[in-house]
């Protein structure tokens, strides 16, 4: 079975000698690596019910630390996308991190747009008690007949009807909807208006009769459950008031811009936590694993340009991402937009690379559910796919570049 002890130990990472992690973040890297870590046997082999009492506790003691998100001194008010980012990579080693410190997608991006475009009410009746980690939520914009990597193409629409909006449409890949309380649905109020002006933000509680929870999608042979699950769900006829509209209705476009930009950064360092944890194992394996008498994988040549090549492109990808916080912090959202593009589909490609190296230095041990990396292997292929495929994200940066020339 998988012991998560032997890749628990305190690392000898990049990130442990970097001089800008603070005490702090170390204290927070210390409880990833030995309350979080020894959990994960758990989550690959059992469901999501299975680990809920034991990530209650570990929330607990988060904000007893006033390590939660929204408690976080650099969280929401006073944002800095830089001391965020590197939160997000302590706390990315382990798939229960951004769960337990409570910065977990797509909740945090709920938050952030409920809490700069949503309704006081609403801001009292679903906003406060996601922030407190009471409550899930879910996001639901992708369509199973439209390609989504152009989300003007929706063909949910949200009718007026009064003071209502009447929703009809099929979604999927609608994350985490299993368990969570409500959505904020995608969906065209505005089909006459231009492309960019014809959807708003709707939030739909999900016990609304017109709401139907079709399945948890299988993701590479794993269904998934609560939390960790992907959906399809359909609307159909479903009523919700005018006043669930986030935002000024047609404005949906603007606002999952707005909505994806920090998310993207927190993705991307959460991906460089990943690698970094995959470059652990892979190091620490090869070095004990002995091929000849006399020598280990890690005395081969070939074991030794595998580490040196992974270890570049985690660096790289870190300075990278961390640039792109700092211009964040500076400058704003728009002003990074481009480098936005870059670090997500430069990050993202890294890390398979990092984690499909990791997983061929282990060998048949790597396929297996023993070690954390099959897991990864499998969960975060997607990274290349959501928030904008690869290609979406070059296409914009190359004609940016090109406009240059
Ligand atoms: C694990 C996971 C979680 C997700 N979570 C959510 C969620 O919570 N909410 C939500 O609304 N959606 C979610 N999604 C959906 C995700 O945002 C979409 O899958 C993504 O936008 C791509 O859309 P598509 O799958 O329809 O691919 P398509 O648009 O059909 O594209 C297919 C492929 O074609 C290529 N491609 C696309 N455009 C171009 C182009 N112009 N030139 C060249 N190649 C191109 C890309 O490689 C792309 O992967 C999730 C997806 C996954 C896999």
């Known amino acids: ?5 032997h890749d628990a130990k305190p690392s000898q990472n990049m990130s442990a000698i970097d001089p800008a992690y603070s005490a702090e973040l170390k204290q927070i890297k210390l409880i990833v690596e030995r309350e979080l870590m020894p959990l ?25 630390h006033n ?6 001194p650099t969280a929401m008010e006073s944002y ?35 809490h700069d475009h949503a309704s006081d009410p609403i801001k009292t009746q679903w906003l406060n008690p996601l922030k407190q980690g009471d409550i899930r939520s879910c996001f639901a914009m992708t369509e199973p007949d439209n390609a989504g990597s152009n989300p003007t193409l929706l063909s949910t629409t949200a009718v007026s009807d009064g003071d209502d909006w009447l929703i009809n449409g099929h979604k999927w890949f609608t994350t985490s909807a299993d368990g969570a309380a ?19 933000m709707i939030l739909v509680p999900m016990d609304n ?3 139907k929870f079709k399945r948890n999608i299988a993701v590479m042979g794993h269904q998934g459950k609560g939390y960790f699950s992907h959906a399809e769900l359909s609307f159909e006829n479903c009523r919700v008031p005018k006043s669930n509209t986030i935002g000024q209705a047609g404005h949906g476009f603007k606002l999952a811009q707005q909505r994806l930009g920090p998310g993207r950064i927190h993705h991307c ?3 460089i936590g990943i690698a970094q944890r995959c470059f652990d194992i892979m190091c620490r394996h090869v070095k004990n694993r002995a091929v000849t008498p006399t020598q280990t994988l890690a005395d081969q040549a070939l074991i030794q340009s595998k580490v040196a090549d992974c270890f570049a492109a985690i660096k790289a990808a870190r300075t990278l991402v961390l640039n792109t916080a ?22 993202a490609q890294m890390l398979q690379k990092v984690m499909d190296t990791t997983l061929q230095c282990l060998g048949a041990l790597g396929m297996t559910d023993d070690s954390i990396v099959a897991y990864f292997y499998r969960e975060e292929r997607a990274a290349r796919i959501y928030d904008g495929p690869d290609e979406v994200h070059m296409l914009s940066l190359g004609k940016q570049i090109l406009k240059t020339y």
């Not at 800095?80 to 797509?106: C, D, K, N, R």
């Not at 409500?182 to 708003?200: L, N, W, Y």
Request: no cysteine; glycine share 6%; hydrophobic share 45%.
């Open 182 to 200: 409500f959505t904020i649905v995608m969906a065209v109020t505005h089909p006459e208006a231009d492309k960019h002006q014809r959807a708003s």
């Open 67 to 72: 390590w939660w998100s929204t408690h976080y």
């Open 1 to 5: 079975m998988y012991n998560a002890s």
């Open 209 to 211: 009769p017109g709401l």
């Open 326 to 347: 700092q211009t964040v912090d500076k400058a704003g959202f728009d002003a990074a937009r481009f480098e936005i593009s870059m670090i997500k589909f430069h990050t």
């Open 80 to 114: 800095s996308m830089y001391l965020t980012a590197l939160l997000a990579e302590v706390i990315g080693q382990s798939p229960l991190g951004h769960y337990v410190f409570g910065w977990q997608a797509p909740d945090i991006g709920n938050i952030e747009l409920l």
């Open 269 to 271: 360092m959460r991906w």
């Open 40 to 64: 994960e046997p758990l989550l690959l082999t059992q469901q999501w019910e299975a680990l809920n009492h034991a990530l209650a506790d570990a929330r607990k003691k988060v904000k007893h």
